[in-house]
DNA sequence: ACGGTAACTGTCCGAACGGTCAGCTCTGAC
DNA sequence: GTCAGAGCTGACCGTTCGGACAGTTACCGT
């Protein structure tokens, strides 16, 4: 029995993702996550304070990866901004498909959060659509950002029978056509399966 | 007090549709509504069966133009499907900016409409995303044309301080380049404020 | 042996909320 | 005048759910 009790947080944060995601956030009661893992409600509730917190245990890895990203976007400006943030958020919505599809389903949830609030939600978003427009003020350069970011986000929490090697292409060649910088029209062969070295991100990204 | 009447089912679903966008459907109950417009709880359920029919009601117009959208497209293929469908995409998301903003923020409570459910949103999206990738199965073309889908509908749903006209213009080109059916790139001047006069959508869309 | 503490649970509670119902009032038809 | 019915309301109800709390058990250091 002495294993008992580091495995019941993961066991109830996975429960809790799985459910969330079927059923959304409100739809999920406390009483379901516990009884999904077979534990009582009060157990859960001495892993998580409250409802919410357990939530936004489960979106912070995402926030983490997109707060690093928007710190490193800051010293980067035009296209290698642009490049970087398509790039960058596209693998992090890859590696974080589910908490994705959380995100987008329960959007109005989310933002009530205290710590993943509408503010910082909304800051954080102004700034990703600012470095995917290359810091241009243009609308229609803006409003492509948006496309690009809502398109990776709304494919990203559709969860597609298609294998990661293909939806990070796909959602690549995407975005940078979007927002019209398709990397050589002539030339589409040359960032197909063989990545295009940046991908590995600069940071621990 | 003769027009007292009337008014009640338009004002609510107005409060409704403020309230909801606002903070969320489930996070806007009755008595807020109620409150909202100056009348009672009992009073909106008089004219609403229940909670869900405010929200039905608040959705059946977007979705008829879907629905519409869907029919008609089902009779077309190649670029003509591609082309018809992200136009009248764009016209509806454009016509319906703050219904699209409550669908968004809110799918996971859509989702479990009776009249609107999950079947239903699944099926039809679906079909679109076959029509707006030319009835085309090859992966890469599905993945864009999601995209460009999720793109003008997470662009619609962020209430942008852009004119109706900027925003058209730079949602068709953003998803036709999405798509690779940059309309001759050459000449960008072509479908600029003009409005193609397809626009002018078939039927009476 | 024993005190402390981490893990866990049964039970209870209060609030919020969706929804019902009996009844009131006003208006318009006959 | 009166009857019917539409519009509206206050009061009430049942349930659901998040959360509090006082325990209980098992382990561990001393």
């Known amino acids: ?38 534990c009582s409600k009060a157990s859960l509730l001495y892993h998580f304070s409250n ?9 912070m890895p995402v926030g983490n990866e997109v707060f690093a990203l928007d710190e490193r976007l800051s010293e980067l400006d035009g296209e290698e901004a642009s490049l970087t943030a398509v ?12 908490e994705i599809k959380l995100l987008f389903d329960n959007l109005a949830d989310v933002s009530c959060l205290p710590d993943l609030g509408v503010e910082t939600i909304d800051g954080i978003r102004e ?18 950002a948006l496309m690009a970011l809502g398109g990776i986000f709304a494919t990203g929490a559709a969860d597609l029978p298609y294998d990661d090697l293909t939806l990070r292409e796909a959602l690549l060649t995407g975005a940078l056509r979007t927002l019209n910088l398709a990397p050589g029209d002539p030339a589409p ?3 197909g399966p063989g990545r295009t070295a940046r991908d590995a991100e600069p940071g621990k990204n």
Chains 1, 2 share one sequence.
């Open 189 to 191: 062969g040359d960032l």
């Open 87 to 98: 790039h960058s958020f596209v693998g992090i919505t890859l590696r974080f498909r589910r």
């Open 51 to 59: 409802k919410e917190a357990i939530l936004t245990e489960l979106l």
């Open 127 to 144: 700034r990703l659509v600012d470095a995917v427009a290359g810091r241009s003020a243009d609308p229609r350069d803006r409003i492509a």
């Open 1 to 38: 029995m002495a294993r008992t009790s580091s495995g019941l947080h993961e066991r109830l944060l996975a429960s809790a993702l799985r459910l969330f995601v079927a059923r959304g956030f409100r739809g999920t009661s406390l009483a379901d996550i516990a009884a999904d893992v077979g």
